[in-house]
């Protein structure tokens, strides 16, 4: 499993071929509370890539890791400083032609981290998604951690929809980045229970209308290592498992 990106193009010919998988971290650059960084959905997928990446190669794939692609849709928060969103349909353009890239050089699978839950986000990767799988074969994974069969495996309070910047997704960076966690804010930070993909539901259309004057929702104060560490095993896992899905539509690869 290495960083396609630190490879030579010879390396990345031979890591390309049959049986093998390019993993890309998808994330934001947008805010999440008053403690955590605007990186941090950037920080989870790379941390699902880097654990689901060791599953597939610990069963004898050739894995290899793609910088994350930092810059997307991210509307819900995009009043708050920081936060940089963009179209949707840059965003489809963008994962599209990477995936075709990587498909000429003959990857047969590519496996999507994403952590970042943002309906247009979503909505941008799924239509990218369709355009692509299939395409020379191309095996495409990407799982929605926050839709069946997935969502289940994850925490109650994700499952609620008060999930951003939360206990789910602070714990996570505890795990990875603590240097990265205003951590006296963090644990003085009230509950807020409002769910997030319930308002989502409702129509609601940035964090402010769905009741997250501050971009966090959850129990970032309830938020630790050992969750965050618990939390990026089965995202791992979740990743492996999709990926594993769409090799045995596509046998072949
Ligand atoms: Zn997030």
Known sequence: ??????????????????????????G????????LPLETDVIIAGAMAREGGARMAARGAKVAILPPL?????????????TVSLRPETVTATVTDIARSLARHGFGAIAIANAHLDPGHLGSIEAAVNAIRGENGL?????NI?????????SDEFKSGACHAGQFETSIV??????????????????????????????????????????????????????????VEILGAILDEAVQAELNERPDR
């Not at 934001?28 to 403690?35: F, L, M, Q, R, T």
């Not at 930092?70 to 920081?82: K, R, S």
């Not at 095996?139 to 799982?143: D, I």
């Not at 926050?146 to 994850?154: D, E, F, G, T, V």
């Open 28 to 35: 934001a650059i947008e805010a999440h509370g008053p403690h």
């Open 139 to 143: 095996a495409v994974a990407f799982p």
């Open 70 to 82: 930092t810059y997307t849709t991210a509307a819900f928060a995009h009043a708050f400083a920081g």
């Open 174 to 231: 505890l795990a990875e980045r603590p240097e990265l966690v205003h951590e006296a804010t963090r644990a003085a930070l009230p509950p807020n229970p409002a769910s997030l993909s319930r308002a989502i539901k409702e129509g609601k259309l940035s964090f402010q209308e769905a009741g997250g004057p501050q971009a966090y929702f959850g129990y970032p104060a309830q938020a630790s290592a050992a969750e965050g560490r618990a939390t």
């Open 1 to 26: 499993m290495q960083p396609l990106a630190a490879m030579t193009w010879e390396e990345a010919r031979d890591a390309a071929g049959p049986g093998s998988i390019a993993i890309l971290p998808v």
């Open 146 to 154: 926050a839709a069946k069969p997935w969502a289940s495996r994850l």
